[in-house]
T-cell receptor, first 112, second 111 residues
């Protein structure tokens, strides 16, 4: 158990819908990262937050947004979902940027 | 741009043998980390080992060691005395804030 909690574990939704993925980092970790893993793209960095502020941005679509709350949990919002958004979405956390990042178990999103 | 290359899509190894998984990286960053993760068929990403770019000694964690050759931009993972439970996908990653991952190596341990 990495100490990073992601909910839900599985999500099936229809095209055009909006979903929210939730992440609780390890106790004491200030940095939260979101990654997308798909068969064709591999593991792609989406976005990083550090102590509530956006720190780094990757290949995150405009339809996707994220935030980190004062209690340090984070949410990834995916809207106007397309079939191609089906993937495993990981959250990871670390005490500070650039050190060991521990991953949650992921949320498997299926868009039908 | 950062790039990670794992040249071995798949490897088959006999149980109890040592195995080396290759990883080369390309970055212009001066300070960065190198990471290895294991992803079993269940899908979770398990952190294995970390090496800082300024660390002079190779990192070790139990049966895992990281063979870091900075001049060659190489960060190979060595697993000693492999076990059946080591069968999984292995990903090399590099970065300072965001991690860039390689495409992975699927390791299969045969009894």
């Amino acid at each position: 158990d990495s100490g990073v909690t992601q909910t839900p574990k599985h999500l099936i939704t229809a095209t055009g819908q909006r979903v929210t993925l939730r992440c609780s980092p390890r106790s004491g970790d200030l940095s939260v990262y979101w990654y997308q893993q798909s068969l064709d793209q591999g593991l792609q960095f989406l976005i990083q937050y550090y102590n509530g502020e956006e720190r780094a941005k990757g290949n995150i679509l405009e339809r996707f947004s994220a935030q980190q709350f004062p209690d340090l949990h984070s949410e990834l919002n995916l809207s106007s979902l397309e079939l191609g958004d089906s993937a495993l979405y990981f959250c990871a956390s670390s005490p500070i940027s650039g050190t060991e990042a521990f991953f949650g178990q992921g949320t498997r999103l299926t868009v039908v | 741009a950062q790039k990670i290359t794992q040249t071995q899509p798949g490897m088959f190894v006999q149980e109890k043998e040592a195995v080396t998984l290759d990883c080369t990286y390309d970055t212009s960053d001066q300070s960065y980390g190198l990471f290895w993760y294991k992803q079993p068929s269940s899908g979770e990403m398990i952190f294995l080992i970390y090496q800082g770019s300024y660390d002079e000694q190779n990192a070790t964690e139990g049966r895992y060691s990281l063979n870091f050759q900075k001049a060659r931009k190489s960060a190979n993972l060595v697993i000693s005395a492999s076990q059946l439970g080591d069968s999984a996908m292995y990903f090399c990653a590099q970065g300072a804030q965001k991690l860039v991952f390689g495409q992975g190596t699927r390791l299969t341990i045969n009894p």
